[in-house]
């Protein structure tokens, strides 16, 4: 089992920045990725953006320029630093854990219990 805590949701004008951090604790294996997705009421859960634990990086279209993931293997954590914030970036954001084998998902999925992000206009 794997326990992914998240930190740094929160409200932010226009223009500014944040940074969300995720905890993984438990049997954590390697290969891996971690990442983010978002929820906004309404519409779908999306990818922001995931990172393997061999550096590989993979951001949506929405996000890239703004946004740098990165991660600290020695301690399970991944970071989102999240510049030039939209009100259209406002959302749940849930941390995400899953085993890869090669470049291929591999077991199950682990989620954060998700944080808040909301962008004033």
């Known amino acids: 089992q794997v326990r992914l805590v998240e930190s740094g949701g929160g409200l932010v004008q226009t223009g500014g920045s944040l940074r969300l951090s995720c905890a993984a604790s438990?049997?954590?294996?390697?290969?891996?990725?971690m990442g983010w997705y978002r929820q906004a009421p309404g519409k779908q859960r999306e990818l922001v953006a995931h990172i393997t634990s061999g550096g590989n990086t993979d951001y949506a279209d929405a996000v890239k320029g703004r946004f740098t993931i990165s991660r600290d293997n020695a301690k399970s954590t991944v970071y989102l630093q999240m510049n030039s914030l939209k009100p259209e970036d406002t959302a749940v954001y849930y941390c995400h854990y899953r085993r890869l084998f090669g470049s291929h998902w591999y077991g199950n999925d682990y989620w954060g219990q998700g944080t808040q992000v909301t962008v004033s206009s």
């Open positions: 438990g049997i954590i294996f390697s290969p891996n990725a």
